[in-house]
């Protein structure tokens, strides 16, 4: 028996315009797990929302989280659930790189 490979979403405002950010995000993880993410999906929403959700777990709120999630941060989370063994090379660091513009 397969087992199916993972889903992350990104859902987030339309109304704050955070697509960009959205899709960044989505980019920057799929060129990370490229072979271990089977989709991801960005979802629009309203209300200030962004959340991150792998296989419908919340890894990142912008309600109970605070802000937004640093990359590194949220490639470590994906980590940690996907492909625990996996070094993330200069992701480790605890020196984030900055967000898009």
């Given amino acids: 028996?397969?087992?199916r490979a993972p889903r992350l979403e990104i859902e987030y405002c339309t109304?704050?315009?955070?697509?960009?950010?959205?899709?960044w995000i989505?980019?920057?993880l799929l060129t990370t797990f490229q072979s271990e993410l089977g989709e991801v999906a960005l979802l629009p929403g309203t209300?200030?929302?962004f959340t991150v959700r792998l296989d419908g777990e919340t890894l990142w709120s912008r309600s109970t989280d605070g802000g937004f999630p640093e990359l590194a941060h949220l490639k470590r989370l994906v980590?940690?659930?996907?492909?625990p063994d996996r070094d993330?090379?200069?992701s480790e660091s605890t020196t984030v790189a900055p967000g898009p513009p």
């Fill in 1 to 3: 028996m397969t087992s």
């Fill in 79 to 83: 980590r940690d659930r996907i492909a």
């Fill in 15 to 23: 109304r704050c315009r955070w697509l960009l950010r959205a899709a």
């Fill in 26 to 28: 989505a980019q920057e």
């Fill in 47 to 49: 209300g200030g929302i």
């Fill in 88 to 90: 993330l090379g200069h």
